[in-house]
């Protein structure tokens, strides 16, 4: 009796163990295209809420010995917003520029990006990008449109959108991973910020991924340094002997709550996602929405 109870608490622990563990290896086949629609609202404090609706294709375009080839390509995008709106702006023509720019990446088995295919590509799109930028964003004091391009692309390296495109709540984000109840991981934004994701798998399935800021003091002051000299060399020389009250000020909080659900072939069947950025008195909130259509 003792032997037969044993062996139910360990056949009732495995199975709560393997239900709290999910491997995410989506179905590539070359010729297969999966296309999702997606919905951003984002709200920045104080102005109207900018509604951005795209349709994005992804195409498995060739079969190679360690994986596959994947091209994705944003084939629509449409606006809601106040074209008056400097964040509007930016959002409109960055999205529109890159509209029908191909991204090939190459991946393993299990469909998780390992490397950028067009790199030269996606930079020089980037680049066009920036030029049109730029001429709508009003610039820093004494900075030139022409110093704050190379700047900023000093840092679109392929290392980096490699990096960007691995650890970004995505579609094809989670490809390739072993995911726990409790499984943390650090990833980095855009901007220089360090983030901690925790993973739960809930009984139905899908996965809930919860980040919160993951950055120390000095990390945090190295970061808005960094992003002061790339805008304002003289103004970040002469904050350095502020930048311990600069930083009580900002007083940052980024949260990240994204919840993905798996279509039976194993690709993202809808990623609901919401990311919140708070400091120095102002608030973002982006939510987004992305669904399998076909």
């Given amino acids: 009796m003792r032997k037969l109870l044993s062996l139910s608490i360990l056949l009732l622990i495995t199975l709560v163990s393997y239900a709290q563990q999910v491997k995410v290896s989506p179905t590539l086949e070359k010729g297969m295209r999966k296309t999702y629609v997606t919905e951003i609202v984002t709200e920045v404090q104080g102005q109207k809420p900018i509604t951005l609706q795209t349709e994005t294709q992804y195409e498995v375009t060739d079969v190679t010995p360690d994986g ?46 390992v490397k950028l295919l067009n790199y030269e590509d996606i930079r020089s799109a980037s680049e066009k990008m920036l030029d049109d930028l730029l001429k709508e964003v009003p610039l820093p004091q004494g900075m030139s449109a022409d110093a704050l391009k190379q700047q900023i692309l000093k840092n679109i390296t392929e290392e980096s959108l490699l990096k960007t495109t691995q650890m970004n709540t995505g579609i094809m984000g989670l490809n390739g991973k072993t995911i726990t109840s409790g499984m943390e991981e650090e990833y980095t ?31 945090l002051k190295n970061m808005v340094i960094s992003q002061l000299e790339k805008a304002n060399p003289a103004q970040a020389e002469s904050i350095k002997g502020q930048i311990d009250a600069v930083i009580a000020n900002m007083n940052l909080e980024v949260t990240e709550n994204s919840t993905y659900t798996f279509a039976p072939d194993g690709w993202v069947d809808t990623l609901q996602s919401e990311v919140s950025t708070q400091g120095m008195g102002a608030k973002t909130v982006v939510r987004s929405t992305v669904r399998l259509s076909k």
Avoid: W
Avoid at 85 to 95: D, Q
Avoid at 196 to 202: D, E, G, M
Avoid at 206 to 215: D, E, H, P, Q, W
């Fill in 189 to 219: 934004l855009d901007q220089g910020i360090k983030m901690k994701r925790t993973y739960k798998v809930n009984p139905d399935g899908s996965i809930l991924a919860t980040g919160v800021l993951g950055m120390t003091m000095d990390e």
């Fill in 68 to 113: 596959y080839t994947v091209t994705i390509t944003v084939t629509k995008a449409d606006f809601n917003h106040d074209i008056n709106s400097i964040a509007s702006r930016v959002l409109t023509l960055s999205t529109e520029m890159m509209k029908g720019v191909a991204s090939s990446c190459a991946t393993d088995k299990d469909g998780q990006i």
